[in-house]
């Protein structure tokens, strides 16, 4: 069987064309299937549209958590209700096109245990394809470990990824990273990008450079191996000018003029230091939030769960 989980804000515009191409492309694969969609704190009427499916087809599991928990909080609660052999994981704005899903099916078959589409044809602007870019090239800077990072939710995985992906419970959530983090191998698949129909995207500038220092926080301790080798460097350099001051006093007889320089200098070491409690705070915050273990997500209403899981069972 084959499980397909889609994590959704406020879609109601995409909520039945995703579902009709997804089960059309499900049946050209021909086997089982369940859809797992999760509301995670819609504003509009995407909640009722997914129960009006779910009333139509047992085998959609409709999820509907108490408040916006966050795209990869939602995606993670989609994964846990997952029953399947295979599991692919897409956003629901119809970017990530149904129709690839095969493909994607076709190369896990050939002995990978994940599967993920890389784009092709991006639709997005040229800036922010830009923003992208420097994105990922920041992820794969500070996160010093041999994971696997891209920046797509959309892939495929078999049972035993999504088993240890489930015992991974970090409130400060990068999925992808998490994937990565977990092993096993992976390829990939290039697919073409659909285009974004109706609303707008969730993920401005902002929302990217927040995931973006999430995952290197949430991976990687290189910033503050960075700030010790900073400040090292720049103790070498100040002892260094130091030394050349005094020996310029003493045989050349130059003082040190120019009060300018040396407001320049406190301002600039004052922010260099606020810089670097900053990261050390980042750190130290995450470890009181991560130390509290409050649950990833809350489910407010689950629709066709039972259903699905006694169908299986007979």
Not at 97 to 111: Q, R
Not at 157 to 185: D, P, S
Not at 253 to 267: D, M, N, T
Not at 297 to 302: A, D, M, P
Request: include cysteine.
């Amino acid at each position: 069987m084959i499980s397909v989980v889609s994590s959704m804000k406020n879609e109601s515009g995409s909520v039945d064309e995703l579902y009709k191409r997804i089960i059309s492309s499900i049946n050209s694969i021909g086997l089982l299937y369940e859809i797992v969609f999760v509301d995670d704190g819609s504003e509009d009427n995407t909640y009722e549209l997914l129960t009006e499916i779910a009333k139509k087809d047992k085998n959609v599991i409709v999820i509907k958590l108490s408040r916006d928990f966050g795209h990869h909080a939602g995606i993670s609660a989609g994964l846990d209700y997952t029953s399947g052999d295979y599991v692919v994981m897409m956003d629901a704005d119809l970017q990530d096109k149904p129709e690839e899903i095969p493909n994607l099916y076709e190369k896990l078959k050939e002995g990978n245990d994940v599967v993920y589409g890389e784009r092709v044809g991006k639709k997005f602007s040229i800036i922010r394809r830009f923003f992208s870019f420097v994105f990922l090239k920041l992820i794969q800077f500070f996160i010093n470990e041999p994971i696997v990072i891209n920046t797509t939710i959309f892939r495929i995985m078999n049972k035993k990824v999504v088993e240890a992906i489930r015992k991974l419970r970090e409130g400060q959530r990068y999925l992808v990273g998490v994937i990565g983090w977990v092993g096993f191998k992976h390829a990939v698949v290039y697919v073409k990008h659909g285009k974004r129909k109706r609303g707008k995207s969730k993920y401005n500038f902002i929302q990217q450079m927040k995931l973006a220092f999430n995952a290197i926080f949430s991976f990687s301790d290189y910033p503050v191996k960075l700030i010790s080798r900073i400040g090292f460097l720049l103790t070498c350099l100040s002892f260094c000018m130091g030394c050349w001051v005094v020996i310029r006093r003493i045989f050349f007889h130059v003082s040190v003029v120019g009060w300018a320089s040396v407001i320049v200098s406190i301002f600039f070491f004052g922010g260099l230091n606020i810089l670097f409690l900053g990261v050390l705070g980042e750190y130290v915050g995450r470890t009181y939030i991560e130390s509290k273990r409050r649950p990833l997500y809350i489910v407010e209403e689950i629709i066709n769960y039972k259903n699905v899981k006694t169908s299986q069972n007979n």
